[in-house]
């Protein structure tokens, strides 16, 4: 075979493919309408709600679902060989934080016209920690600003897991999260198909978050 002919081959090939993936990228949208009409009236409108859902759900980022006000005691001693207790230490502090969650975590499935809406686990989205009284007892050890921020961060660590831990205050959190979602999810499908769509929330486990 020439040089020519092989040449022409080749180029044939590559013509070939490029109509081929003309064609794709132009049916695609027909065939994609052709297998939703195939579907079931509920199917449709939880598909619908769905992909309104997500974009919504890219667009935003994080939901702010609790707000927490809380007060606590951090105390602290300090002994020396032989002396004894050379420093006493007692802040009393508030903790705020605010819990939410991230809406690009969220994951969703559908079935029939049951749309299932599997929210990510809480997160801590900002918080502080700020003293309100101090006594201190440390005339011959003064409390230094290093260790009085280390004091304070260890607290706030102690804090954080507290409200994502499971516990009462975790579990109502949840709720309340449930409740904020809903909220969101009637102003966005506010006029839409939504009202055919059953949507149910639960939260991810851990071994799926």
Same mark, same amino acid.
């Given at each position: 075979? =020439?040089? !020519?002919?092989?040449?022409? $081959?080749?180029?044939?090939? *590559?013509? +070939?493919?490029? &109509? @081929? #993936?003309? %064609?794709?990228?132009?049916?695609?949208?027909?065939?994609?309408?052709?297998?939703?009409?195939?579907?079931?009236?509920?199917?449709?409108?939880?598909?619908?709600?769905?992909?309104?859902?997500?974009?919504?759900?890219?667009?935003?980022?994080?939901?702010?679902?609790?707000?927490?006000?809380?007060?606590?005691?951090?105390?602290?001693?300090?002994?020396?060989?032989?002396?004894?207790?050379?420093?006493?230490?007692?802040?009393?502090?508030?903790?705020?934080? =605010?819990? !939410?969650?991230?809406?690009? $975590?969220?994951?969703?499935? *559908?079935? +029939?016209?049951? &749309? @299932? #809406?599997? %929210?990510?686990?809480?997160?801590?989205?900002?918080?502080?920690?700020?003293?309100?009284?101090?006594?201190?007892?440390?005339?011959?050890?003064?409390?230094?600003?290093?260790?009085?921020?280390?004091?304070?961060?260890?607290?706030?660590?102690?804090?954080?897991?507290?409200?994502?831990?499971?516990?009462?205050?975790?579990?109502?959190?949840?709720?309340?999260?449930?409740?904020?979602?809903?909220?969101?999810?009637?102003?966005?499908?506010?006029?839409?198909?939504?009202?055919?769509?059953?949507?149910?929330?639960?939260?991810?486990?851990?071994?799926?978050?």
């Amino acid at each position: 075979m =020439s040089a !020519g002919h092989a040449f022409l $081959k080749w180029l044939g090939k *590559i013509i +070939g493919t490029a &109509l @081929t #993936l003309c %064609l794709m990228i132009v049916l695609l949208p027909y065939a994609f309408k052709a297998a939703y009409r195939l579907l079931p009236d509920g199917s449709k409108n939880a598909v619908t709600v769905s992909a309104i859902l997500s974009r919504k759900m890219e667009e935003s980022a994080r939901l702010e679902t609790n707000k927490i006000s809380d007060e606590g005691v951090i105390s602290s001693s300090v002994n020396a060989l032989w002396i004894g207790e050379v420093q006493n230490v007692v802040m009393k502090y508030t903790y705020e934080a =605010s819990l !939410g969650i991230d809406l690009k $975590k969220v994951e969703m499935s *559908i079935a +029939g016209n049951t &749309l @299932t #809406l599997k %929210l990510p686990k809480l997160e801590i989205l900002t918080d502080s920690i700020n003293i309100k009284e101090v006594e201190r007892n440390d005339f011959w050890f003064p409390l230094s600003e290093s260790r009085r921020r280390k004091l304070m961060e260890d607290e706030k660590l102690k804090c954080r897991q507290h409200y994502l831990e499971e516990n009462e205050d975790s579990v109502q959190a949840r709720v309340n999260t449930e409740k904020v979602v809903r909220e969101m999810l009637a102003e966005l499908l506010s006029g839409s198909a939504g009202m055919d769509v059953d949507i149910q929330i639960e939260f991810q486990t851990d071994e799926a978050a």
